[in-house]
């Protein structure tokens, strides 16, 4: 603190020698003038004096009979000078501050987080529209609105935060994980649930509609299971009139599922011959500076890593660096053994059941046999399962012939 | 004696000087009237009431008021003349 004072008023280191120096150091303290780092070589004294102070070193000078000379000059006293006849450099410093603040004025960078179904294509142009982009004006963009304006145009957007970080805008979404409800449409007229599948029932809850099979039935591929309208009845038992409604039912049926998959005999693979080169480049924007190019082998993959210099990362300045790492690979041919073949397919197998179980579909019996055939290996069965069926289709609208009859009896 | 009995502090009443020393380093010192000699090896102070010489190795003086003063360097004696 005291050296930044001492800096600020500016001060100089002295060269005393002559008479008697220690005269003058005694009547600088007499005037309360301070002096410091005061070192002695041979027969002369260095020391540092304050600038006031060194303009009332005169008459002290003429009565001890010494010789002062300036050797150095601290302090902004002496530098605001320099710096003023430095007119280019101090043009330049003020430019070059102007341009950081006014380039601070703009948004340069636009980062999306917490984005899963949306995916940035769709959010960038939508941001798009909306006139948002890298390299608007800070004071054009209205967060609040723009958070109001992503959950309107989003509807699956349950929470927004948009936030400027430096000259980077930051918005985070958070998605709705629950499916959207859209309100089930009321249609005219009954829907029917027919069969998809042939099979045999196993069981059957029905909550809306008439149940036109059973549990243990055997139905056929399109048959109708519950039936769209209720029929109204008069007092002799006939038919009134049908109230038509979409049938709901929960009906599972057992049925057989047919699974085939094929392996060819050989496959190609990468073997690497483990002859890697690096390259290194420096991009800019879309321009890229390689240091060497063309590409180093007749048969290769290529890893590329790209890094942004940490200084930048804040500033969004698009300058990248990174590598090209080229592997030198021959593709051999390889014969599957049958027991390797028999682990892929049954795998494979494994997997389709996991895709069936994930379904809600419950395996009561399967039936696989493997074998050869045309230079494949061919896996072939089938899956006896319980799983839930049921398509809705329009009740076909049945007239009632004798409503006429009936009004005229009245 | 009157400075003893109501406990005054010499330095003040009888214009004793008052060194301090941190080690063999660094000396403060007050109640001076000015440098009588200073050399690299040597500095010898006027009190009010006596001389004080610092001998030693490489000494400097860090500050030089009229009412305190630093000297540092390698202090291997202290005399009172």
Partial sequence: ?410 | MLVESLQLPKDVCMGALRVNMTGNTEVWIENYKGILEYTGQTILLQGKTGQVCFEGNRLTIDYYTNEDMKISGCITCVRYL
Avoid at chain 1, 54 to 63: G, S, T
Avoid at chain 1, 305 to 310: F, I, M
Avoid at chain 1, 393 to 410: M, S
Wanted: charged share 25%.
């Fill in chain 1, 1 to 410: 603190m005291i050296k930044f004072l001492k800096y600020l008023k500016g001060y100089v280191r002295i060269k005393v020698w002559g008479f008697s120096p220690e005269r003058f150091m005694n009547l600088c303290s007499n005037k309360n003038i301070l002096l410091w780092d005061i070192v002695k070589e041979g027969d002369v004294y260095y020391m540092s004096i304050s600038l006031k102070a060194f303009y009332q070193l005169r008459p002290i000078v003429k009565k001890t009979g010494t010789k002062v000379v300036i050797l150095k000059r601290y302090g902004l006293p002496f530098f605001v000078p320099v710096m003023l006849s430095r007119k280019v450099f101090v043009l330049g410093l003020l430019a070059c501050i102007t341009f950081w603040m006014w380039s601070s004025l703009f948004i340069w960078d636009i980062e999306l987080s917490g984005n899963y179904q949306i995916t940035d294509d769709v959010f960038m142009s939508f941001l798009k529209e909306s006139d948002i982009k890298a390299g608007m004006l800070k004071n054009e963009l209205d967060l609040v609105t723009l958070e109001k304006e992503i959950r309107r145009y989003f509807p699956e957007v349950t929470w927004t935060s948009a936030k400027l970080d430096g000259t980077k805008l930051q918005i985070d979404i958070k998605e709705n994980d629950a499916p959207i409800i859209t309100a089930s449409v009321e249609e005219e007229g009954g829907r029917d649930l027919v069969a998809n599948y042939d099979g045999t029932i196993t069981s059957m809850i029905v909550r809306t509609g008439v149940p036109t099979v059973s549990i243990g039935d055997t139905v056929e591929n399109g048959t109708i299971l519950v039936e769209g309208k209720i029929p109204i009845y008069n007092e002799d038992a006939t038919v009134r009139e049908y109230q038509y409604v979409a049938a709901d039912a929960d009906i599972y049926m057992e049925h057989m599922i047919s699974y085939e998959d094929k392996l060819p005999f050989d496959y190609i693979q990468k073997d690497y011959t483990g002859r890697t080169k690096t390259r290194y480049f420096i991009r800019f924007g879309n321009n890229e500076l390689k240091i060497e190019s063309g590409t180093p082998f007749l048969v290769y993959d290529c890893i590329i890593k790209e890094y942004k210099p940490a200084l930048f990362e804040k500033l969004s300045i698009p300058v990248f660096w990174g590598s090209y790492t080229y592997r030198e690979y021959m593709n051999v041919e390889y014969v599957y053994s049958l027991e390797q073949a028999r682990q892929i397919l049954e795998e494979k197998i494994s997997e389709f059941e996991t895709s069936l179980e994930e379904k809600g579909v419950q395996i009561i019996e399967k039936d696989v046999k493997m074998d050869s055939g045309g230079g494949n290996w061919i896996v072939s069965g089938e899956f006896s399962i319980i799983e839930q069926i049921g398509l809705n289709k329009d009740t076909v609208v049945e007239e009632i012939l004798d409503t006429g009859e009936n009004e005229a009896d009245e």
